[in-house]
């Protein structure tokens, strides 16, 4: 090439880099720039000419720049493509160090014998910018597709479910023994389900449109329905027993609530009445009643209304401050004429009996028969037993009233019988009166004690030979035959088990839940439940408490395995221990006994005994719980701080437990000396590491007393009563509020 042409060939390059778009860079074989055009210049940053003899790797990053010597030589040696020849994606450095990124492709050419680079460069910044943006949009509309996408999964999963709901609650009322009807705003029918049909005789067809007053009987005023619509506008509902009438006319009651259904501005949108026939339950209840609370014999009431009316009594005496008398009568002579005249001929003789009790007493004397009952009357008469009697002396001004009624009973039973048997006619048939008569308040404070007392009243009344009436004295109570027939009572309950527990349970103050309960045994007797303190100094007494208190234990802890199938958890069981059973040589071996048999763990079980059980005996008393404790169970001392209290004892006891007696709970918080014992007490046991049961927790204050001091267990009436044990659960799943 001559040198004009390379002069014009020189000239036409200089243009073409001036007016190139792109960035152009041409370096030699070392890399250094030879030429670069004003868009390169501009696209890293630089002033006119100021590239021209750098290094071309000033404009790449740092990992580019350090391997471009060994991309030349490999190019060189081996003539690699991959940096010439291809269009790729960059990034390179401006001239204040920020990254730009780039499209760039590299030629080869040759000048004056030497090896030259060109490098075409865009700048990628907008298109990579509008990529991300891109890829933002796109990722954004991904999510809110994938959202929505599962929105709608979800909405369709609850419309198939709602679906699915309404076809089994349309299954439910079609199918469901209660009548059903739905109405509109204006109170006409919609729907009927077949059981309206049924009950009311009343087609679907032909209710529809109309109102459910069809149907009224007209045994209701218009004060019955305005309380009813009162209570649908104010509280959306209404339930409560009402009488209908049945298409072919027949007036039946039923048990029925209406419900008012609103839009979300509380206007009616629809009534939704639900009803069943109580025909069949009413005549049920009334048969009920009857079978309960009379006796089928004279069609008397029974000892339950008899014990209902007493206590009626009772309240009316106490605020009126007159007397009440309780009259027992036992028919002398009754079992001789049974077993002479037949069971037929002595039936006739107690309905006539009741005759004539009934005309003998006051109008406004209740006489009571224990095996029925009924409503009561003015002139009612009761039976108590098989030929026992009893009748309700009320208002009496004075005790001595009661002998009146009980010689005006006595004159009637002397006059003879007549009875009929299959064969003939009996006549003259002669029977005598017993009584024994007791008086509130004079002898006594409760039915119970009143009835007791009467009972001893006419036992005495016997032993004089019958035919007489006895007013209880305090003498009466110490008499040899009502002890002995008691601790014949109690044997027969020993030998056939007929007790029962009951149980208190405690409050653990950390945690404000129930944790354990306290076995409690009761006495059920036809009369009602013998109180404890009458049966239980008589049971030791006569030893029977050695057989008594190991059923107790076992009882104990079978129950407390039921409750905990109930609840989930095992909660711990106190057992009182008697002084005779503790010192029993066999009481090791009940209590295992008890816990294998249940299968109840050790450790749950604790054994309650008092300070007076181990003084006698100390060393022994000491062995006894140490082989009690060797076990697993627990061991408590009860009623702590009223008897002996030796310190020095206490802390040789194996002991984990001390229960602080309800004498010093009682007058807490007030009670400073009281106070102090409490604090003394709870802050010994922790020095000891024993907990402390705080025992007669009767008000908040003591409570809260008992709960600043960090006293570790509570029980008392504010907690829970003792109760059965099915009342157990309901406690120990719910926490004291």
């Excluded at 720039?33 to 790449?60: C, D, K, R, W």
């Excluded at 990992?63 to 990034?91: I, L, N």
């Excluded at 010689?407 to 024994?436: C, K, W, Y």
Aim: hydrophobic fraction near 40%.
């Amino acid at each position: 090439m001559d040198e004009t042409c390379s002069g014009v060939e020189g000239a036409y390059s200089a243009e073409l880099l001036a007016t190139a778009v792109n960035g152009i860079i041409v370096s030699d074989k070392r890399g250094l720039i030879l030429q670069v055009n004003q868009a390169a210049e501009a696209l890293f940053g630089y002033a006119p000419g100021t590239l021209v003899g750098h290094s071309i790797t000033v404009l790449m990053p740092k990992p580019a720049r350090c391997r471009h010597p060994d991309y030349m030589a490999v190019y060189f040696e081996y003539g690699s493509r991959y940096m010439v020849g291809a269009t790729r994606e960059v990034e390179g450095v401006d001239r204040t160090g920020n990254k730009v990124p780039l499209l760039i492709s590299v030629s080869t050419f040759m000048e004056n014998g030497e090896p030259r680079f060109a490098a075409f460069l865009q700048d990628f910044s907008e298109r990579k910018y509008e990529e991300q943006v891109l890829k933002r949009v796109n990722a954004a509309l991904e999510k809110r597709v994938c959202e929505r996408t599962a929105q709608l999964e979800k909405e369709v999963e609850s419309h198939r479910q709602t679906i699915a709901r309404l076809e089994l609650v349309n299954k439910v009322i079609e199918r469901t023994t209660h009548a059903v009807a739905i109405t509109d705003a204006d109170n006409r029918i919609l729907y009927a389900n077949p059981a309206y049909e049924k009950m009311t005789g009343y087609k679907l067809k032909n209710v529809i449109g109309k109102k459910p007053s069809i149907s009224k009987s007209g045994r209701h005023g218009p004060e019955f329905y305005r309380k009813m619509w009162a209570a649908l506008i104010k509280d959306l509902h209404w339930e409560g027993e009402i009488w209908d009438r049945s298409e072919d006319g027949v007036v039946f009651p039923k048990l029925m609530s209406i419900d008012r259904l609103v839009d979300e501005e509380g206007k009616t949108r629809n009534f939704v009445a639900i009803f069943h026939d109580l025909s069949e339950q009413k005549a049920s209840e009334e048969e009920i009643e009857r079978l309960q609370h009379y006796d089928s014999l004279t069609m008397l009431p029974n000892r339950s209304l008899f014990r209902h009316r007493l206590q009626h009594e009772f309240e009316v005496s106490r605020r009126q401050k007159t007397c009440v008398g309780v009259m027992l009568i036992n028919i002398d002579r009754f079992k001789q004429a049974n077993d002479t005249y037949g069971f037929p001929a002595g039936d006739q003789l107690l309905v006539e009996v009741a005759e004539r009790l009934s005309i003998a007493v006051r109008r406004t004397d209740l006489v009571a028969r224990q095996e029925s009952r009924r409503e009561r009357h003015p002139d009612v008469v009761s039976r108590v037993g098989g030929d026992d009697f009893a009748v309700i002396l009320n208002d009496l001004k004075r005790p001595e009233n009661a002998t009146i009624v009980a010689m005006r009973i006595l004159d009637a039973m002397s006059e003879p019988f007549t009875v009929h048997n299959t064969s003939e006619t009996i006549e003259d048939v002669f029977l005598q009166a017993s009584i024994g008569i007791g008086i509130y308040p004079n002898n006594a404070d409760n039915i119970d004690e009143l009835v007791r007392v009467a009972e001893t009243a006419l036992v005495e009344a016997k032993s004089h030979g019958g035919g007489e009436f006895r007013f209880f004295s305090d003498s009466m109570n110490q008499n040899s035959a009502a002890r002995a027939r008691l601790e014949s009572d109690l044997r027969r309950a020993v030998s056939e088990e007929a007790f029962t527990l009951h149980y208190q349970p405690k409050l653990d103050l950390t945690t404000n839940r129930f944790s354990s309960m306290e076995a409690l045994v009761r006495w059920p007797r036809d009369d009602g439940m013998v109180p404890p303190g009458d049966f239980i100094p008589l049971v030791e007494e006569t030893n029977l408490i050695v057989p008594l208190g190991a059923w107790v234990m076992r009882r104990a802890c079978r129950d407390t395995m039921a409750l905990s199938e109930r609840i989930g958890w095992v909660p711990g069981i106190a057992i009182n221990l008697s002084a005779r059973q503790f010192r029993q040589p066999g009481l090791i071996d009940d209590v295992r006994d008890a816990i294998e048999e249940s299968g109840i763990p050790p450790e749950k079980v604790e054994l309650e005994i008092t300070e007076g059980m181990v003084m006698d005996d100390v060393e022994t008393a000491i062995e006894t719980m140490r082989a009690l404790r060797n076990l697993g169970v627990q061991l408590a001392i009860d009623d702590f701080g009223t008897g002996y209290s030796s310190l020095s004892y206490l802390k040789r006891f194996p002991v984990n437990t001390l229960k602080l007696d309800r004498a010093f709970i009682r007058d807490l918080p007030q009670g400073t000396e009281d106070a102090a014992i409490t604090e003394a007490v709870i802050a010994l046991a922790k020095a000891l590491k024993l907990h402390v049961v705080a025992e007669g927790v009767e008000t908040r204050d003591q409570l809260n007393f008992l709960s600043m001091r960090h006293c570790a267990y509570v029980q008392g009436f504010l907690l829970a009563r003792p109760g059965p044990l099915e009342n157990m659960p309901a406690v120990f799943t719910s926490g004291f509020i």
